[in-house]
């Protein structure tokens, strides 16, 4: 497969990988459509997380990537799976949690990772891999790339405005994984990591790249999940249960049809920049049967509006509960945009807009817990409210929503708490390294401590 900009030319994923961005300023999509409907169709509920990522990251990325290597690469990204819990007789929980820093990020930065290790071990020399951070893709970044082959990561985090265990998750790795906290503001960081990679001097001296949210290599490995949970439930429908028929919620829409047909489940994703949703969209146009999509937002609701009135108008960002979804201008917006070529009515017909206040993921968070017992975290349970919404529209009055569950509420013990009146455990994984000594290097806001520091480890 190969990948372009939306006005430069194809290239391959290589070089996509390493270089983030397109030279035009763009985000990477892919250039064609495999049709994979039928390796999805040969995975079955007993189809191990591991191997299905291995088969469809072969398909999606043959020839540049051959078997063997897409093998290593997905078994050293993926040693966790997603986990399907049934939430009610509509719902259920695909748990993105049970990866090193208990968030689905850790699908996309472990591929990255395992991805550009792959390449680096087959040249010589060394990488640096430099991010900027304001919490938690950080610590998924840092965890997947600590002990990779060659490779060298750094963080810059700022000073004084992550939560204690976000720091204590990016500064206690050590080895290859280099904090740096600066005196400034997350903005101040990102700054800085833009203008180290447009210095001609480290440019010289060293091999700089980024692992951004929206590289190519992080947004793909998101597609799997998608395809592993479809073929738990198609189980279910093919032995004769009651799901699988989902009728299109507005009767009548002329791209239904092609949408969906009325076959597989509806996804509801818990939306921040829309990457998680757009990797699902991507396998929907691979072939993976998929009724439908709930694009589930906080009060951030600029894409949940475009779909019922097809304008898009970015805004700052609001604060809320699920702040990992506080996102007022999506960057990936066009990447779905390009998948629908720009036609909102089609888009609208494949993705269903929600947005849940803040009061209401708070009602949500309790409901799951006193009616089944289960704690959510207040991105997960944004979407737990969009999809018991969705089903009192009577859209699928047959059909089963399946809700990506994005973190483990132990992860927002204080908002999880004031909610329920339960306190969720802290993973064991996470709990440990509050108790490891931090270590980070501090810098300032200007390119010349960065640099220094950067030519001296590195250079
Ligand atoms: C990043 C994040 C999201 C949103 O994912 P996008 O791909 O940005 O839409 C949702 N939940 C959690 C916990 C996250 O960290």
């Known amino acids: ?33 495999p049709d994979l409907s039928q390796l999805f169709a040969s995975f079955d509920a007993r189809t191990r997380f591991v191997d299905l990522a291995s088969r469809t990251s072969a398909a999606l990325l043959a020839p540049e990537i051959d078997a063997s290597v897409a093998r290593r690469i997905a078994e050293r990204a993926f040693p966790f799976s997603p986990v399907l819990r049934r939430l009610d007789e509509r719902r259920q929980l695909l748990e993105l949690f049970h990866g090193p820093t208990c968030a689905f990020k850790d699908f996309g930065a472990q591929f990255l990772a395992a991805s550009m290790e792959a390449f680096v071990e087959t040249e010589d020399g060394r990488i640096q891999v430099l991010v900027a951070t304001s919490g938690d893709t950080g610590s998924a970044v840092a965890h997947a790339f600590h002990d990779r082959t060659a490779i060298d990561v750094i963080i810059l985090y700022p000073s004084g405005r992550v939560s204690e265990l976000q720091e204590k998750q990016l500064t206690t790795l050590g080895g290859n994984v280099h904090a740096l906290e600066v005196d400034g503001s997350f903005d101040d960081c990102q700054r800085l990591a833009k203008a180290a990679f447009q210095d001609p001097g480290l440019a010289r001296r ?38 699988g028929a989902v009728k299109p919620a ?60 097809g304008r ?23 990447r779905l ?24 993921t708070r009602a949500g968070m309790r409901e799951t817990w006193e009616r089944h017992g289960v704690l959510v975290d207040p ?9 018991e919404r969705f089903i009192a529209t009577g859209a699928c009055p047959d059909g089963e929503v399946i809700v990506l569950s994005t973190a483990h509420p132990g992860k927002f013990t204080e908002t999880v708490r004031a909610a329920t009146g ?38």
């Open 1 to 33: 497969m190969r990948f372009a900009g939306k006005t430069s030319s194809p290239v391959g994923f290589r070089e996509a990988l390493f270089a983030g961005l397109a030279p035009d300023g763009s985000l990477y999509r892919p250039v064609e459509k």
């Open 206 to 243: 060293l091999r700089l790249t980024s692992a951004n949210s929206i590289n190519i290599g992080r947004l793909l490995p998101q597609a799997f999940s998608y395809a592993w949970a479809a073929a738990q439930v198609q189980q279910t429908a093919a032995s004769g249960g009651r799901r």
């Open 250 to 309: 507005r009767a009548g829409a002329a791209h239904a049809e092609a949408v969906n047909a009325g076959r597989g489940p509806v996804f509801c994703v818990p939306c921040g920049n829309f990457g998680h949703l757009t990797a699902g969209v991507y396998a929907w146009r691979w072939g993976l049967p998929v009724a439908r999509f709930i694009a589930a937002t906080n009060a951030n609701d600029e894409v949940p509006l475009y779909l019922e009135n």
């Open 312 to 334: 898009f108008v970015p805004r700052a960002s609001l604060a809320t509960l699920s702040n990992a979804m506080d996102v007022g201008n999506p960057s990936n917006f066009e």
């Open 337 to 360: 945009l390009d998948v629908f070529d720009g036609d909102a009515k089609a888009m609208a017909t494949a993705i269903h807009g929600c947005s849940v206040s803040d009061s209401d």
């Open 379 to 387: 991105h997960t349970a944004v979407g737990c409210v969009a999809a």
């Open 422 to 459: 339960q306190a969720p455990e802290l993973p064991e994984r996470l709990a440990r390294c509050l108790q490891l000594p931090k270590q980070a290097a501090r810098i300032g806001t200007d390119l010349g401590g960065l640099r220094g520091l950067l030519l001296e480890r590195f250079g």
